[in-house]
């Protein structure tokens, strides 16, 4: 072949690859339940035709059902990912699959039509609901090819979509589906609790056999004139009860079922221009219809089924139907199906799901939140019903849109914005505060990636919010009359098709006539981002951005008053409106706000009390500028007075999060912090010795995915301690006060996985000190700390503790005098050199001795340290078990715990201490083992000879409060939204 004609044909044949086509697929269905099993049994005929250029070999085909079959899934995977176990530690009884199925190629022949069978396989082992069919002849482009199979559904309980409760039913993806076919090859995917889905346009026949006195909606008409004017009556008789009576529920209702009949009945539906086929079925459903008519005169059927509970809400679920296909008929195009319904039912994947022609609907807790889910849900026969794109693959394009609309719907309904949420009394775009939560905090993702591969938060901000904010800067370069003339074009366009991000694009640019690629590209296909501000140089003003995104931005200027002369800038998504100002007055306020007020600096105030041994009680005050939504730079001052010590106490703080040009390549988010306290800690003579502690830290967080539930960071820390004590003259009297400093340097480095079931961390320290102190000397000490758990019930572990620490350089080693910094094998405040914890005394006593923590050792017993033991200049090595019992309720978490350790005792002590110690006993652990109460039972002579010294069984127990994990500032920083 000449050269050319080489050239030709490739670029040829590249044409034809990227040409868009579309396969169909028609589908008879009969299925029969079996109620009293949760078992359906089925025989399928797919009709496939194959509109692609070249000739197909192998067909995917998705058994979703099988989802349910194991712990071996990528929806159990994800369950346990997204930290849900309730799928994990379910009965097999519990459980669903798909099987009984016998692929087989109908072909027509002399003697009528042949069946041929298929071989079939699972090609990938870890996603057990997706089948390879080998076709024996390619067919070829135009053919087409009839497959049937007999299959037998195992319904499941309700985790996720498919599913039933006791004989409610919730058959939605319940037969086998070719997967889709296009230009971009096959899409073979798995099913997923979120996570969507992407299939073949085609018609349904599908016969459904159960109970006479079964309730079903369904997709698609219904061709059974007798249960039509059934289900017409009971629809007159629910309309007469919703009128008659004033005890609706607004609540859930337990509501028995009634028995099934003995006689059955066959209902026969039919869809066209469909690409998915749901049904429900209820004993219990009440019915509600009415007809309605598009501005093209075609007729509506409406229909609602629901049961006693919320039904106060539901008596309006017809008029919100209407509502909802009016307002998307006018904005986007007309809705091209004869019916619509809703469905309550019980539903594991949010509050609503969405089917051609059907949506069901869990909880709404409130008519205002019905009316907005069914629009939501009836929103999405547009935006993936009949705009069928990718859901699975580019979830902005039909729930960001969808979410565009729906927002618009509410507006108009309640006259009111819709996109504001109280939060602490504050009214809050919850999406806009989302969106800077995550970006600041450095767990933001792009829109535009496979819903599989975002963290859970990340979904409902990239799916739904995010493009629903960047689809209103188009709204304030153009209007929205423009916008929804471009929607419509889109739709006209894209109908009963599989548009994709490229697509929608080039219909709106062309609408527009300009390059929208700051919208399509960069804040729905990118995780940049934009900050513009304003800024005031020689008496001008310019508008300034920072960051990638070339946005619109709306601007406001008002100067009737030189004395108060105002410029604002708003965008929806800009990263930090606070510099949005010309300037900001100072407002305070109580506590804490969900961000500053729009326009305003804010400060906040609130009242201290707390106590402790040495300070007794004391009383503040605290100012802050934190706020939910996190800033660049935040402080708190708190400064207080202890009436016991009659000296002044408290402590500050100042965290300035590092821009991205001050961070490493490596790092995903870094911080500057530095914190400062002033406590007693020590009493003489009835006079209160403080001391004080000023710690600078520089850490910064490694990129990971997000969907990895992994985090690491490095971090390099330097604390200084200054300690006031009684000073004594030569005569032994006192003579004033002298103050000892230290200083630790420390190196470390974390990392952890937030597995649910399989939790586990780990921590590098390297510390180098010099104490200050008399004896002393400076030391260089290592230290790694491995902590793990297993979750072998639901919400009861097995967690484990492993210690090692091993002093590197140490002058000390061989010397019977052990310091403070000396390992220790209980985290008390005496073995605090550093200050790290919140004790609610210092004193080595009786009482406060008994608060221990997770550190060295981290015997959870008090042993007094007075007494020399369990300390070591040398190292040590120690194991901390505990488990939850398998019996007791959940709010009385009974387990049994075990410390043990062996470490390196002075070799010139003669006090016969042994080098290995242990103690076990009962355990209560609350928060996640950041509160406990340790009760010892047993242990090593010693430890049982010192326990007993302390004077009684009481005396001996250890108790657990991990202060330093409830500081606002780190719980506000690991909310999950």
Same mark, same amino acid.
């Given at each position: 072949?000449?050269?050319?004609?080489?050239?030709?044909?490739?670029?040829?044949?590249?044409?034809?690859?990227?040409?868009?086509?579309?396969?169909?697929?028609?589908?008879?269905?009969?299925?029969?339940?079996?109620?009293?099993?949760?078992?359906?049994?089925?025989?399928?005929?797919?009709?496939?035709?194959?509109?692609?250029?070249?000739?197909?070999?192998?067909?995917?085909?998705?058994?979703?059902?099988?989802?349910?079959?194991?712990?071996?899934?990528?929806?159990?995977?994800?369950?346990?990912?997204?930290?849900?176990?309730?799928?994990?530690?379910?009965?097999?009884?519990?459980?669903?699959?798909?099987?009984?199925?016998?692929?087989?190629?109908?072909?027509?022949?002399?003697?009528?039509?042949?069946?041929?069978?298929?071989?079939?396989?699972?090609?990938?082992?870890?996603?057990?609901?997706?089948?390879?069919?080998?076709?024996?002849?390619?067919?070829?482009?135009?053919?087409?090819?009839?497959?049937?199979?007999?299959?037998?559904?195992?319904?499941?309980?309700?985790?996720?979509?498919?599913?039933?409760?006791?004989?409610?039913?919730?058959?939605?993806?319940?037969?086998?589906?070719?997967?889709?076919?296009?230009?971009?090859?096959?899409?073979?995917?798995?099913?997923?609790?979120?996570?969507?889905?992407?299939?073949?346009?085609?018609?349904?026949?599908?016969?459904?056999?159960?109970?006479?006195?079964?309730?079903?909606?369904?997709?698609?008409?219904?061709?059974?004139?007798?249960?039509?004017?059934?289900?017409?009556?009971?629809?007159?008789?629910?309309?007469?009860?919703?009128?008659?009576?004033?005890?609706?529920?607004?609540?859930?209702?337990?509501?028995?079922?009634?028995?099934?009949?003995?006689?059955?009945?066959?209902?026969?539906?039919?869809?066209?221009?469909?690409?998915?086929?749901?049904?429900?079925?209820?004993?219990?459903?009440?019915?509600?219809?009415?007809?309605?008519?598009?501005?093209?005169?075609?007729?509506?059927?409406?229909?609602?089924?629901?049961?006693?509970?919320?039904?106060?809400?539901?008596?309006?679920? !017809?008029?919100?139907?209407?509502?909802?296909?009016?307002?998307?008929?006018?904005?986007?195009?007309?809705?091209?199906?004869?019916?619509?319904?809703?469905?309550?039912?019980?539903?594991?994947?949010?509050?609503?799901?969405?089917?051609?022609?059907?949506?069901?609907?869990?909880?709404?807790?409130?008519?205002?939140?019905?009316?907005?889910?069914?629009?939501?849900?009836?929103?999405?026969?547009?935006?993936?019903?009949?705009?069928?794109?990718?859901?699975?693959?580019?979830?902005?394009?039909?729930?960001?849109?969808?979410?565009?609309?729906?927002?618009?719907?509410?507006?108009?309904?309640?006259?009111?914005?819709?996109?504001?949420?109280?939060?602490?009394?504050?009214?809050?775009?919850?999406?806009?505060?989302?969106?800077?939560?995550?970006?600041?905090?450095?767990?933001?993702?792009?829109?535009?990636?496979?819903?599989?591969?975002?963290?859970?938060?990340?979904?409902?901000?990239?799916?739904?919010?995010?493009?629903?904010?960047?689809?209103?800067?188009?709204?304030?370069?153009?209007?929205?009359?423009?916008?929804?003339?471009?929607?419509?074009?889109?739709?006209?366009?894209?109908?009963?098709?599989?548009?994709?991000?490229?697509?929608?694009?080039?219909?709106?640019?062309?609408?527009?006539?300009?390059?929208?690629?700051?919208?399509?590209?960069?804040?729905?296909?990118?995780?940049?981002?934009?900050?513009?501000?304003? &800024?005031?140089?020689?008496?001008?003003?310019?508008?300034?951005?920072?960051?990638?995104?070339?946005?619109?931005?709306?601007?406001?200027? &008002?100067?009737?008053?030189?004395?108060?002369?105002?410029?604002?800038?708003?965008?929806?998504?800009?990263?930090?409106?606070?510099?949005?100002?010309?300037?900001?007055?100072?407002?305070?306020?109580?506590?804490?706000?969900?961000?500053?007020?729009?326009?305003?600096?804010?400060?906040?105030?609130?009242?201290?009390?707390?106590?402790?041994?040495?300070?007794?009680?004391?009383?503040?005050?605290?100012?802050?500028?934190?706020?939910?939504?996190?800033?660049?730079?935040?402080?708190?001052?708190?400064?207080?007075?202890?009436?016991?010590?009659?000296?002044?106490?408290?402590?500050?703080?100042?965290?300035?999060?590092?821009?991205?040009?001050?961070?490493?390549?490596?790092?995903?988010?870094?911080?500057?912090?530095?914190?400062?306290?002033?406590?007693?800690?020590?009493?003489?003579?009835?006079?209160?010795?403080?001391?004080?502690?000023?710690?600078?830290?520089?850490?910064?967080?490694?990129?990971?995915?997000?969907?990895?539930?992994?985090?690491?960071?490095?971090?390099?820390?330097?604390?200084?301690?200054?300690?006031?004590?009684? &000073?004594?003259?030569?005569?032994?009297?006192?003579?004033?006060?002298?103050?000892?400093?230290?200083?630790?340097?420390?190196?470390?480095?974390?990392?952890?996985?937030?597995?649910?079931?399989?939790?586990?961390?780990?921590?590098?320290?390297?510390?180098?000190?010099?104490?200050?102190?008399?004896?002393?000397?400076?030391?260089?000490?290592?230290?790694?700390?491995?902590?793990?758990?297993?979750?072998?019930?639901?919400?009861?572990? !097995?967690?484990?503790?492993?210690?090692?620490?091993?002093?590197?350089?140490?002058?000390?080693?061989?010397?019977?005098?052990?310091?403070?910094?000396?390992?220790?094998?209980?985290?008390?405040?005496?073995?605090?050199?550093?200050?790290?914890?919140?004790?609610?005394?210092?004193?080595?006593?009786?009482?406060?001795?008994?608060?221990?923590?997770?550190?060295?050792?981290?015997?959870?017993?008090?042993?007094?340290?007075?007494?020399?033991?369990?300390?070591?200049?040398?190292?040590?090595?120690?194991?901390?078990?505990?488990?939850?019992?398998?019996?007791?309720?959940?709010?009385?978490?009974?387990?049994?715990?075990?410390?043990?350790?062996?470490?390196?005792?002075?070799? !010139?002590?003669?006090?016969?201490?042994?080098?290995?110690?242990?103690?076990?006993?009962?355990?209560?652990?609350?928060?996640?083992?950041?509160?406990?109460?340790?009760?010892?039972?047993?242990?090593?002579?010693?430890?049982?000879?010192?326990?007993?010294?302390?004077?009684?069984? !009481?005396?001996?127990?250890?108790?657990?409060?991990?202060?330093?994990?409830?500081?606002?500032?780190?719980?506000?920083?690991?909310?999950?939204?």
């Amino acid at each position: 072949m000449p050269l050319i004609a080489i050239i030709f044909a490739l670029l040829f044949s590249t044409s034809l690859s990227a040409q868009y086509f579309q396969q169909r697929v028609d589908y008879r269905i009969t299925a029969e339940l079996d109620d009293r099993t949760h078992f359906l049994h089925a025989n399928l005929e797919v009709d496939y035709t194959n509109n692609a250029p070249e000739a197909l070999t192998e067909i995917y085909f998705h058994l979703w059902p099988r989802a349910f079959s194991s712990d071996n899934t990528a929806f159990a995977r994800q369950q346990l990912r997204d930290g849900e176990t309730r799928f994990h530690f379910s009965k097999n009884s519990e459980r669903g699959t798909l099987d009984s199925l016998d692929f087989k190629l109908v072909r027509p022949g002399r003697d009528g039509v042949a069946e041929q069978s298929l071989e079939w396989s699972y090609p990938d082992p870890g996603n057990p609901d997706i089948a390879l069919l080998q076709l024996h002849d390619p067919l070829p482009s135009g053919a087409k090819v009839t497959i049937t199979t007999p299959f037998r559904v195992k319904i499941p309980a309700s985790f996720s979509r498919l599913g039933h409760v006791g004989q409610s039913y919730q058959m939605t993806q319940w037969y086998p589906k070719p997967a889709v076919y296009d230009q971009d090859g096959w899409h073979p995917m798995p099913y997923l609790d979120r996570g969507e889905f992407y299939s073949e346009f085609g018609s349904f026949d599908v016969s459904i056999t159960l109970p006479q006195n079964y309730r079903v909606g369904a997709t698609g008409v219904l061709q059974n004139e007798a249960e039509t004017n059934w289900l017409l009556n009971l629809a007159a008789a629910t309309e007469q009860e919703m009128d008659s009576r004033s005890d609706l529920s607004e609540y859930a209702v337990d509501e028995s079922f009634p028995p099934s009949a003995n006689a059955k009945k066959t209902l026969r539906y039919l869809a066209e221009d469909v690409h998915d086929f749901a049904w429900f079925a209820d004993k219990r459903f009440k019915v509600l219809h009415d007809q309605a008519y598009g501005s093209n005169g075609q007729e509506l059927h409406l229909w609602a089924f629901f049961n006693e509970t919320e039904a106060a809400y539901w008596k309006k679920s !017809i008029r919100f139907l209407e509502w909802a296909i009016e307002f998307y008929s006018e904005k986007i195009g007309m809705y091209p199906y004869p019916q619509v319904t809703a469905v309550q039912s019980a539903l594991s994947a949010g509050a609503g799901m969405e089917y051609p022609m059907i949506t069901v609907i869990g909880r709404s807790y409130g008519e205002p939140w019905l009316n907005e889910v069914i629009a939501h849900e009836v929103g999405h026969n547009w935006f993936y019903g009949i705009l069928a794109t990718n859901e699975r693959t580019h979830p902005w394009m039909d729930e960001g849109f969808n979410s565009f609309y729906e927002r618009l719907y509410m507006q108009r309904r309640y006259e009111e914005p819709q996109d504001k949420y109280s939060i602490l009394g504050q009214s809050v775009n919850i999406g806009q505060l989302g969106y800077r939560y995550q970006t600041l905090l450095g767990a933001g993702q792009s829109p535009d990636m496979d819903s599989d591969s975002m963290a859970e938060n990340n979904y409902w901000l990239n799916a739904y919010s995010k493009p629903d904010l960047a689809l209103q800067y188009l709204v304030l370069q153009y209007g929205q009359d423009s916008v929804d003339q471009a929607m419509q074009r889109y739709y006209e366009s894209w109908k009963f098709r599989h548009p994709g991000p490229d697509d929608v694009k080039a219909v709106f640019e062309d609408y527009f006539k300009a390059d929208l690629s700051w919208l399509f590209d960069d804040f729905l296909r990118s995780n940049n981002t934009v900050d513009y501000y304003i &800024d005031r140089v020689k008496g001008s003003y310019a508008l300034k951005r920072k960051g990638d995104i070339d946005a619109p931005a709306e601007l406001e200027t &008002d100067f009737t008053n030189s004395a108060d002369g105002r410029v604002v800038l708003t965008g929806p998504l800009d990263l930090n409106d606070r510099n949005n100002f010309l300037s900001r007055p100072l407002d305070f306020s109580l506590l804490i706000e969900p961000q500053d007020k729009f326009g305003s600096r804010h400060l906040f105030y609130l009242p201290l009390l707390g106590a402790n041994a040495q300070d007794g009680l004391m009383a503040g005050a605290a100012l802050h500028n934190r706020t939910l939504e996190p800033k660049i730079v935040e402080f708190l001052v708190a400064p207080a007075y202890g009436f016991k010590s009659n000296k002044p106490a408290g402590f500050a703080g100042l965290q300035w999060r590092l821009p991205e040009g001050l961070r490493p390549g490596f790092a995903n988010t870094g911080k500057l912090s530095l914190g400062y306290q002033r406590f007693s800690n020590f009493e003489f003579r009835d006079e209160a010795y403080q001391y004080q502690r000023l710690a600078g830290k520089w850490s910064y967080d490694f990129a990971t995915s997000p969907i990895r539930q992994l985090k690491s960071s490095v971090s390099a820390q330097v604390v200084n301690i200054w300690q006031n004590r009684p &000073d004594f003259n030569e005569e032994g009297d006192l003579a004033g006060t002298q103050t000892r400093g230290s200083t630790f340097t420390r190196l470390l480095y974390e990392r952890s996985k937030t597995d649910i079931i399989n939790p586990r961390s780990l921590t590098l320290n390297l510390e180098y000190g010099t104490p200050g102190a008399v004896l002393t000397d400076d030391y260089l000490k290592a230290e790694i700390e491995w902590t793990g758990g297993y979750q072998y019930q639901q919400d009861r572990f !097995i967690r484990w503790r492993l210690f090692g620490g091993y002093f590197l350089a140490n002058e000390l080693r061989e010397s019977n005098f052990t310091p403070n910094y000396a390992f220790s094998l209980v985290g008390n405040a005496a073995s605090d050199y550093a200050f790290d914890n919140i004790y609610l005394g210092r004193r080595d006593d009786r009482s406060y001795g008994q608060q221990v923590s997770s550190r060295m050792g981290g015997f959870r017993v008090p042993i007094d340290r007075a007494l020399g033991i369990g300390v070591s200049n040398n190292y040590m090595v120690a194991l901390n078990l505990d488990a939850r019992l398998p019996i007791g309720p959940t709010a009385f978490p009974l387990g049994i715990f075990v410390d043990a350790a062996s470490y390196g005792r002075s070799p !010139i002590r003669a006090d016969g201490e042994e080098a290995f110690q242990w103690v076990g006993g009962l355990s209560l652990n609350f928060l996640d083992g950041q509160v406990g109460i340790y009760a010892p039972l047993v242990g090593s002579d010693l430890l049982d000879n010192s326990l007993d010294q302390r004077g009684g069984f !009481i005396k001996s127990i250890g108790f657990k409060l991990s202060m330093t994990s409830f500081l606002p500032w780190e719980l506000i920083d690991d909310i999950k939204l």
